[in-house]
């Protein structure tokens, strides 16, 4: 437990040819991949590609998005460790 923190787990599904958007969260992620082949974009990174048991770490506030360029969906956990009271994810134009 972090004061002012709390942790949530979220399962994640973007089907064949979909994305996220993209968005920003208020805590650090961290995101396992269980199926497909995830495209993703990241403020600051190149864009990257993961696999099945890959994983990756999104710090707080940073703009992105996950996307699927394949033709079957992809599934990921994410784990959070959010700032109390603000939403989970914000929209970014």
Same mark, same amino acid.
């Given at each position: 437990?972090?004061? @002012?923190?709390? $942790?949530?787990?979220a399962?994640?599904?973007?089907?064949?040819? @979909?994305r996220?958007?993209?968005?920003?969260?208020?805590?650090?992620?961290?995101?396992y991949?269980? $199926? @497909?082949?995830?495209?993703f974009?990241? $403020?600051g990174k190149p864009?990257?590609t993961?696999n099945?048991?890959?994983?990756l770490?999104v710090?707080?506030?940073?703009i992105?998005?996950?996307?699927?360029?394949?033709?079957?969906?992809?599934?990921?956990?994410?784990s959070?460790?959010l700032k109390? @009271?603000?939403?989970?994810t914000?929209?970014?134009?």
């Amino acid at each position: 437990p972090i004061p @002012g923190y709390e $942790e949530d787990l979220a399962s994640v599904e973007i089907p064949a040819s @979909g994305r996220e958007g993209r968005h920003t969260h208020p805590g650090s992620v961290i995101i396992y991949v269980q $199926e @497909g082949t995830l495209t993703f974009d990241c $403020e600051g990174k190149p864009t990257a590609t993961y696999n099945p048991g890959d994983s990756l770490y999104v710090e707080p506030d940073k703009i992105h998005e996950g996307r699927n360029t394949g033709k079957t969906p992809v599934k990921v956990l994410a784990s959070f460790v959010l700032k109390k @009271g603000v939403p989970m994810t914000s929209q970014v134009q």
